[in-house]
């Protein structure tokens, strides 16, 4: 499969993933729908910019999704219930979650776990095509996987770290689902911020900007306190603390921060990056890296970096790319420990010639190099040539 700008989808084309859209999970296409001109005239109107599909170029071309249809499904349902429940809580008094939601989402949080461990060495593909309307839902349910996939390779590889700032390889699995449900939870509180503040795409004056800072203590408030575990508050209240002490809401510098915490930190602003906002188009994967590793050792802990790196490449399985020397295809494949020199099926030439497809190899060609995301499918404002498409 791979992954296509849902513009520039012809007849016929087969889609080769379910595609989500609405408040309860449901999908609004099913995977191995072939797509008319009204389909993709229906999900360009839904605001799905780009989808994946089977064709002639993306065959054989494996693309992991970390989580199941079902998981993601149910995921979607239960946070949409704690979310909707959420708006009546506010307008003066704060009340607690229901004690059931809670539960509910632990439930939802041991299934991304379990999803996660199933996944095994798999590395992180774009998940994240819902419109920007879901954005909230989708980017939690994201950094859920996303950290929990960071979580798992730490607290094997090098423990994860106890109240007293020692390593322990004890209780992985329980870590794991406390990481998770702080993960799921980490944003509730900006449901207190009026969403033209929080969609806003100028510079935010003084007092927007205390109410954003507020939503990580505003999310505490919301949830019963006996029912959820120290590890899964920390990660919600100081998931915007920066490893150089400048972020919020308590300056934390360093290792002050939980481990749990810290990991929050990186998979939240990867997804942020990667994901389509009312005011700017989704970035690439690749940007979405960059701007992470940009940040160790300033924003985030170089340790979580490292492990980072190894698990999110920068040009996925199934994105189209353009290589220096002017060809262009889709990266086929990735593998371990290079994430960032994959296998790229090319089919069209420098001069623009399509071409039965074939592979490179970017780890047998040292000097060739990925240009940026010239044609990525998810920068919408810019047109690049038709791929030729065939029905699977
Ligand atoms: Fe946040």
């Given at each position: 499969?791979?992954?296509?700008?849902?513009?520039?989808?012809?007849?016929?084309?087969?889609?080769?993933?379910?595609?989500?859209?609405?408040?309860?999970?449901?999908?609004?296409?099913?995977?191995?729908?072939?797509?008319?001109?009204?389909?993709?005239?229906?999900?360009?109107?839904?605001?799905?910019?780009?989808?994946?599909?089977?064709?002639?170029?993306?065959?054989?071309?494996?693309?992991?999704?970390?989580?199941?249809?079902?998981?993601?499904?149910?995921?979607?349902?239960?946070?949409?219930?704690?979310?909707?429940?959420?708006?009546?809580?506010?307008?003066?008094?704060?009340?607690?979650?229901?004690?059931?939601?809670?539960?509910?989402?632990?439930?939802?949080?041991?299934?991304?776990?379990?999803?996660?461990?199933?996944?095994?060495?798999?590395?992180?593909?774009?998940?994240?095509?819902?419109?920007?309307?879901?954005?909230?839902?989708?980017?939690?349910?994201?950094?859920?996987?996303?950290?929990?996939?960071?979580?798992?390779?730490?607290?094997?590889?090098?423990?994860?770290?106890?109240?007293?700032?020692?390593?322990?390889?004890?209780?992985?699995?329980?870590?794991?689902?406390?990481?998770?449900?702080?993960?799921?939870?980490?944003?509730?509180?900006?449901?207190?911020?009026?969403?033209?503040?929080?969609?806003?795409?100028?510079?935010?004056?003084?007092?927007?900007?205390?109410?954003?800072?507020?939503?990580?203590?505003?999310?505490?408030?919301?949830?019963?306190?006996?029912?959820?575990?120290?590890?899964?508050?920390t990660v919600?209240?100081s998931h915007?603390e920066?490893?150089?002490?400048?972020?919020?809401?308590?300056?934390?510098?360093?290792?002050?921060i939980h481990?749990f915490a810290r990991?929050a930190a990186?998979?939240?602003?990867?997804?942020?990056?990667?994901?389509?906002?009312?005011?700017?188009?989704?970035?690439?994967?690749?940007?979405?890296?960059?701007?992470?590793?940009?940040?160790?050792?300033?924003?985030?802990?170089?340790?979580?970096?490292?492990?980072?790196?190894?698990?999110?490449?920068?040009?996925?399985?199934?994105?189209?790319?353009?290589?220096?020397?002017?060809?262009?295809?889709?990266?086929?494949?990735?593998?371990?420990?290079?994430?960032?020199?994959?296998?790229?099926?090319?089919?069209?030439?420098?001069?623009?010639?399509?071409?039965?497809?074939?592979?490179?190899?970017?780890?047998?060609?040292?000097?060739?190099?990925?240009?940026?995301?010239?044609?990525?499918?998810?920068?919408?404002?810019?047109?690049?040539?038709?791929?030729?498409?065939?029905?699977?």
């Amino acid at each position: 499969m791979r992954l296509v700008m849902t513009r520039r989808i012809e007849s016929g084309t087969v889609l080769a993933t379910d595609v989500l859209t609405g408040r309860h999970g449901t999908p609004l296409l099913r995977k191995g729908t072939q797509l008319s001109t009204s389909y993709r005239d229906a999900l360009v109107r839904a605001g799905v910019n780009a989808v994946y599909v089977d064709d002639a170029l993306g065959e054989g071309i494996d693309v992991p999704q970390i989580l199941t249809e079902r998981t993601r499904q149910e995921a979607t349902s239960a946070l949409a219930q704690a979310f909707r429940a959420a708006p009546t809580v506010f307008g003066g008094e704060k009340t607690k979650m229901a004690p059931q939601l809670v539960e509910e989402l632990e439930r939802i949080a041991a299934m991304i776990a379990s999803d996660v461990a199933d996944c095994g060495d798999a590395v992180l593909a774009l998940a994240d095509l819902a419109s920007s309307d879901l954005y909230t839902l989708q980017h939690s349910i994201d950094v859920t996987a996303l950290g929990l996939l960071i979580g798992q390779r730490i607290f094997r590889e090098k423990g994860w770290i106890d109240y007293r700032g020692q390593r322990s390889y004890e209780h992985i699995d329980k870590k794991l689902a406390q990481l998770g449900l702080g993960l799921l939870l980490h944003d509730i509180g900006k449901l207190a911020i009026p969403s033209d503040v929080l969609n806003k795409p100028d510079k935010l004056d003084d007092e927007e900007w205390q109410l954003i800072r507020q939503h990580p203590i505003t999310g505490l408030e919301l949830l019963p306190s006996n029912m959820i575990s120290a590890v899964s508050k920390t990660v919600i209240r100081s998931h915007h603390e920066r490893w150089d002490g400048r972020g919020y809401p308590d300056g934390k510098y360093g290792t002050e921060i939980h481990q749990f915490a810290r990991i929050a930190a990186v998979a939240d602003v990867y997804d942020a990056v990667t994901s389509e906002r009312p005011y700017r188009d989704a970035a690439p994967a690749h940007i979405g890296v960059g701007v992470v590793l940009e940040g160790a050792g300033t924003a985030f802990d170089p340790e979580i970096i490292e492990t980072f790196l190894r698990l999110v490449p920068p040009y996925p399985p199934g994105i189209e790319v353009t290589l220096d020397d002017g060809r262009s295809g889709v990266v086929a494949h990735v593998a371990p420990p290079r994430l960032d020199r994959p296998t790229v099926r090319i089919a069209l030439e420098a001069d623009g010639r399509q071409v039965t497809p074939y592979e490179v190899n970017l780890l047998d060609e040292p000097d060739l190099l990925i240009v940026d995301d010239s044609c990525s499918p998810l920068r919408l404002h810019r047109e690049r040539p038709r791929w030729p498409v065939a029905a699977a």
